[in-house]
């Protein structure tokens, strides 16, 4: 059997569990004494020609989290997944995946993790099933009187079944993109990490994976997953982390980081024009006028007073609130940049 092309491994996940062992008898941890499945300090990587791709990165990813690495592309997320996965040494600091140190120890921790890092590695003259076969039968711990099975199994779980057959070359991107994370789920792994598992899929696809990687997290599985979209990460994730950069800007569960940022006040009225006259005579700022709707800086008196001063000056109001705060504004909040929310 010859070997896979050399390219970044493409695992699968596994609920959360006890200490094991690899082959050897070593012990492989599980998660670090703080709860983390992974854990850097100080993680730096510089390049030849003194490019700083990430500056002290202290990331912390707790055992058993959707964990949303977001930032801008070029902001240092896939420099530091490949140096979490043992890919490329960092210039300094540390990194310990599954509470043992990388690169380090990834012979023994590599067998326990799924990666799919920067799109699958496929061959493109043979069908998508059997570029599963192919990493199946790569992998020391798959039992090969299962392979059949799971084979099918993991491409009907992407919606890759009708296209089993067809060449990988004639792939789509979000076809490829299924398909790798089809190879990522052949065999349970303990952490699954993602950099843009969306990319390039339509936005039904979108949805799949998101229901997808939910379903897996409530099986117990740690997932890391790297995006630039904003959205994307709000609605799967329970925790994130925001690059800029090169550098971590903050960290925590999604909605710790959501509620530190202020919302929008939103009034329906087809007076839109008027409307926005009041609120900037009431001292709100930013305000925005789009058809039917005026948004702008919450209210810092009470609201009532705002609603009345509108309806006094013959406003229609049909609708008055304030919008829970999103991701986005508190990425714009902490950095006074704006951010790609959409493909």
């Known amino acids: 059997m010859e070997e896979l092309p050399a390219a970044d491994p493409v695992r699968a996940p596994v609920p959360v569990a006890p200490d094991r062992t690899d082959a050897s008898g070593t012990s492989t941890g599980e998660t670090g004494p703080d709860g983390t499945v992974i854990a850097t300090t100080a993680l730096t990587k510089r390049y030849r020609g003194g490019q700083l791709a990430v500056d002290r990165l202290d990331l912390a990813v707790p055992a058993g989290s959707v964990f949303g690495f977001l930032g801008p592309n070029g902001s240092g997320k896939t420099t530091t997944i490949r140096m979490l996965m043992g890919l490329i040494e960092p210039t300094s600091g540390t990194a310990r995946v599954l509470g043992r140190p990388m690169p380090g120890a990834s012979r023994a921790v590599l067998p326990h993790v799924g990666a799919l890092i920067e799109g699958p590695a496929l061959y493109g003259f043979l069908s998508g099933r059997d570029n599963l076969t192919r990493y199946d039968a790569a992998d020391p711990t798959a039992d090969p009187r299962t392979r059949r099975t799971r084979v099918a199994a993991a491409l009907d779980r992407v919606g890759l079944s009708a296209a089993a057959g067809k060449k990988a070359k004639a792939y789509s991107l979000g076809m490829k993109q299924r398909l790798g994370l089809a190879a990522a789920l052949l065999q349970p792994r303990r952490l699954l990490v993602l ?12 949805r799949e994976i998101r229901a997808l990687i939910r379903e897996l997290a409530s099986d117990g599985t740690t997932v890391f997953l790297s995006s630039h979209l904003l959205d ?16 971590l800007i903050v960290q925590g569960p999604v909605a710790d980081l959501a509620a530190g940022a202020r919302g929008r006040l939103v009034v329906t009225t087809p007076d839109a024009g008027d409307a926005a006259r009041v609120l900037k005579e009431r001292g709100i700022g930013d305000i925005v006028v789009e058809e039917g709707r005026v948004t702008g800086e919450p209210p810092d008196g009470e609201p009532a007073d705002l609603t009345a001063a509108l309806v006094a000056a013959g406003v229609r109001v049909r609708g008055f609130g304030v919008e829970r705060a999103s991701l986005e504004d508190a990425f714009v909040a902490l950095t006074g940049e704006g951010f790609d929310v959409e493909r």
Request: aromatic share 0%.
């Open 232 to 247: 994307e990460i709000e609605q799967v994730c329970t925790h994130a982390a925001v690059m800029a950069q090169g550098r």
């Open 195 to 206: 950099d843009e598992p969306t990319n390039g899929l339509d936005p039904q696809g979108m």
